[in-house]
C-alpha cells in the first residue's frame, strides 16, 4: 500500500507463523515497493508446538534471504501473563526497528480484530479515543506501529491464503474460552453477525466518528494547555470554565506526562476528579495511585509524586554547611558571602546566637512580625502555600521561636 510505505524502506514484520501474520508476509514480499522486511518473531513458551514453530521461520528467513530476529519468552511470567507477555513482545520489536534503522513495525491485524476490540472496550469501559478502537497507523515511542490489513476482513483473508496456497500455524490456544478475546470471537460476535451480517462496516463507520471528533477535542484540548498550563500546572478557574469532555481530555494529558502513562484512571475517577476541582476547597490531594496525587493549591492544579517525608532536625553550633540532601544545603557564616543570593538571612543578636536549628514545621510554631507574633500556620495560608508544601517545609529556627521560613518569610 503505497499510501503507508515507501519504496525501498525497510519495515519490521511482527511473524507470529498464523495465518494473518503469514498472508502479510507474502503481501509485503509480493508488492512492488521492493520493501526490505525484517521478521520479528517471539515464542510465548505457552504450547509445545511453538518451539518447533520458532526453528521453521527462522529456517523460512534463511531460504528467503531474510533477515529473522527471535526471541523467546519465559515460561514463568508474573502477574498478567497478556499484559507482561505484550510489554515485553512490543519492546523486542522496538528494539529491532532500532538496530534495522527501521521507523515502522508492522503488525497483522485486520477488521475482525477492530470488531473485537471495540465492542470489549464498550462493554468493559474505555477513554473516548478508546473507543475508536484500532488506529492504522499509530505512533509507538519515537516510531510507527502500522497495521495495512486493518480494512480487510478475516474471510478475506482465508481467501487469500486458500488461493495462494499459504501454510501456516494454528494456535489452538485461540478455541480457549478463559480468554475473553475469544468468547467475544467464538460466542458473542458471531450471534451478533446473525442480527446484522454488516456488523463490520457499522463499527468501522463508529470509529471513524469517534476518531474524527477525538481529533477535534485534542485540537481543543492542545489549544488550551498551550495557554493555560505553564511549569506543569493548570490555571485552574480557566480549566473550570471548560467543557466537561475538555476537561477529561486536559487531566488525562497532565496525568500521563507526569506519570509516563503508568497511571490507569476510569471515567468515574475523573469525575472525582473535575467535582473537587470546582468545589470551596483550596487544598486538596487526589490519590491517582501509590505514587502520584493529583493536588489542587489555591488556583493550580498539577500532578505530584509522592515524596517521602523526611523528617529534619539539625542542630546548629557552628559556622559550616549543613546537607539536607543533594539537591539542598544551609550555609552559615559569620561573613557575607560574596554571592548574591536571595534565599539567605541575617541573624543579629548581642547574645550568644546559637544553638540554631533546622527543623520542620509542627503544631503551634510563632513567628515574630512587625506588629506582634502569627502563627506559622497562619503565615503559611496567607501566602498561599499548597498544603503539601507545608508538610515539607524546612525551617530555621531557635529553641523557642522560628526565625525563618526559605522563600516566604524571615522574622523581625
Not at 120 to 138: D, E, L, N, P
Not at 187 to 196: A, C, D, G, R, S
Not at 227 to 254: A, C, G, R, W
Request: charged fraction near 25%; proline fraction near 2%.
Amino acid at each position: 500500500n503505497k499510501k503507508i510505505f515507501d519504496e525501498n524502506e525497510t519495515v519490521v514484520l511482527a511473524l507470529s507463523g498464523g495465518i494473518d501474520s503469514m498472508v502479510l508476509f507474502d503481501v509485503l514480499t509480493s508488492v512492488e515497493l521492493n520493501l526490505n522486511v525484517i521478521i520479528a518473531h517471539v515464542n510465548h513458551n505457552k504450547r509445545s508446538e511453538s518451539i518447533n514453530e520458532y526453528v521453521e521461520i527462522e529456517q523460512l528467513s534463511k531460504e528467503r534471504n531474510i533477515i529473522f530476529e527471535g526471541l523467546v519468552l519465559e515460561k514463568d511470567i508474573h502477574g498478567n501473563f497478556h499484559e507482561e507477555s505484550r510489554k515485553k513482545r512490543f519492546e523486542f520489536f522496538y528494539n529491532v526497528a532500532k538496530k534495522h534503522n527501521s521507523t515502522k513495525i508492522v503488525l497483522a491485524h485486520h477488521s475482525d480484530d477492530q470488531l473485537e476490540t471495540v465492542l470489549m472496550r464498550i462493554v468493559r469501559g474505555s477513554s473516548f479515543g478508546g473507543y475508536a478502537g484500532i488506529k492504522q497507523i499509530r505512533p509507538y515511542k519515537d516510531i510507527f506501529l502500522v497495521r495495512p490489513l486493518l480494512d480487510v476482513s478475516k474471510d478475506d483473508i482465508t481467501e487469500y491464503a486458500t488461493l495462494n496456497n499459504i501454510s501456516y500455524y494454528y494456535d489452538q490456544s485461540n478455541s480457549d474460552t478463559v480468554y475473553t478475546r475469544n468468547r467475544f470471537r467464538n460466542t458473542i460476535i458471531p450471534l451478533i453477525k446473525e442480527e446484522n451480517p454488516n456488523i463490520q462496516k457499522q463499527i468501522n463507520q463508529f470509529t471513524s466518528y469517534i476518531n474524527m471528533a477525538d481529533e477535534y477535542l485534542n485540537i481543543k484540548r492542545d489549544e488550551f494547555l498551550y495557554k493555560f498550563y505553564t511549569n506543569e500546572s493548570l490555571d485552574l478557574p480557566q480549566f473550570n470554565d471548560l467543557e466537561q469532555i475538555l476537561k477529561i481530555k486536559v487531566l488525562k494529558f497532565i496525568i500521563n506526562s507526569k506519570t509516563n502513562d503508568t497511571v490507569e484512571v476510569s471515567y468515574q475517577q475523573y469525575i472525582d476528579m473535575i467535582e473537587l476541582s470546582s468545589n470551596e476547597t483550596p487544598n486538596a490531594n487526589y490519590k491517582l495511585s501509590k505514587d502520584f496525587n493529583l493536588v489542587k493549591a489555591y488556583a493550580k492544579l498539577y500532578v505530584e509524586k509522592v515524596a517521602e517525608k523526611q523528617s529534619i532536625s539539625i542542630e546548629i553550633n557552628d559556622i559550616g554547611e549543613y546537607i539536607i540532601n543533594n539537591e539542598l544545603k544551609y550555609v552559615v557564616s559569620h561573613d557575607k558571602l560574596g554571592i548574591n543570593h536571595t534565599q539567605h538571612i541575617e541573624v543579629c543578636y548581642n547574645d550568644k546566637v546559637f544553638p540554631l536549628y533546622l527543623r520542620n514545621r509542627v503544631d503551634g510554631d510563632k513567628m515574630r512580625l512587625h506588629v506582634g507574633t502569627k502563627k506559622v500556620k497562619d503565615i503559611l495560608i496567607d501566602q498561599k502555600i499548597p498544603a503539601t508544601q507545608r508538610e515539607t517545609l524546612i525551617l530555621l529556627a531557635t529553641h523557642d521561636k522560628v526565625l525563618w521560613i526559605p522563600s516566604v518569610k524571615k522574622s523581625f
